[in-house]
């Protein structure tokens, strides 16, 4: 079945150190996506790729990276330099914007950070 | 720019209740408008959307029309099980830009008790 696996479900990290969060999918989808969730915000922009090789900065870029060097995966990492880094993060991913139902994107499950 | 404002939760219902959830929109042009729902635990999945005005999307047995003259696209359950708790997201795409960007409300939290 097509989907997008998210890895790990569950992460504690120390103050100080970098974490990557895996997001893979099978979809054959251009667009990838990385949101964060916090209790009574909604869903933030962290970064976004239309193609790959190339990704943009969404809402809230600051103290994370991105590399999108094959269709299949976005990584995300989560530097020391995020000052509140424990939070949810949701990887989602869609068809380029030229397609027909571009705007319908498919989730993952998430991966849980903690910062200890 | 473009902003979704949904109601705060929790909505809480007793089982075969009528339910309403409001949602609200800021957009220039015809943005499209999305349901989203996320169970516990899990990411979102798409519940129902709806691309122009007075189109009606419906899944589920949850129904949300596009009323551009209101800048709305309140979702609505005839009879809510315990099933359907989970947080509901309303969400708009907007037109204009290159990216395939969602913007979405804070989310409304339906507790429903047998």
């Known amino acids: 079945d097509g989907g997008i696996t998210q890895s790990p479900k569950y992460l504690f990290r120390k103050e100080g150190q970098n974490v990557t969060l895996s997001c893979e999918q099978n979809?054959?989808?251009?667009?990838m996506y990385w949101y964060r969730q916090d209790p009574g915000q909604g869903l933030r922009l962290i970064y976004y790729s239309q193609i790959v090789n190339d990704f943009q900065k969404g809402d809230i870029a600051e103290g994370y990276s991105v590399s999108r060097e094959k269709k299949e995966s976005f990584p995300l990492t989560v530097t020391s330099a995020q000052k509140n880094p424990t939070a949810f993060y949701l990887c989602?991913?869609?068809?380029?914007?030229?397609?027909?139902?571009?705007?319908?994107?498919?989730f993952g499950a998430g991966s849980r950070l903690t910062v200890l | 720019g473009n902003s979704v404002t949904q109601m705060e939760g929790p909505v809480t219902l007793s089982e075969e209740a009528f339910l309403t959830i409001n949602c609200t929109y800021t957009a220039t042009g015809y943005p499209s408008l999305f349901w989203y729902v996320q169970y516990p635990g899990e990411g979102l999945q798409l519940l129902l959307k709806?691309?122009?005005?007075?189109d009606k999307g419906s899944n589920k047995g949850f129904e949300a029309t596009y009323r551009k003259e209101t800048t709305s696209f309140h979702l609505e359950k005839g009879s809510v099980q315990v099933s359907d708790s989970a947080v509901y997201f309303c969400?708009?795409?907007?037109?204009?830009?290159?990216?395939?960007?969602?913007?979405f409300g804070t989310g409304t939290l339906l507790a429903v008790q047998p």
């Open positions: 979809l054959n989808h251009d667009a």
């Open positions: 969400a708009l795409h907007g037109y204009g830009g290159a990216t395939n960007k969602l913007i």
């Open positions: 989602a991913s869609g068809r380029g914007p030229a397609s027909s139902g571009a705007n319908v994107l498919t």
């Open positions: 709806a691309t122009k005005a007075d």
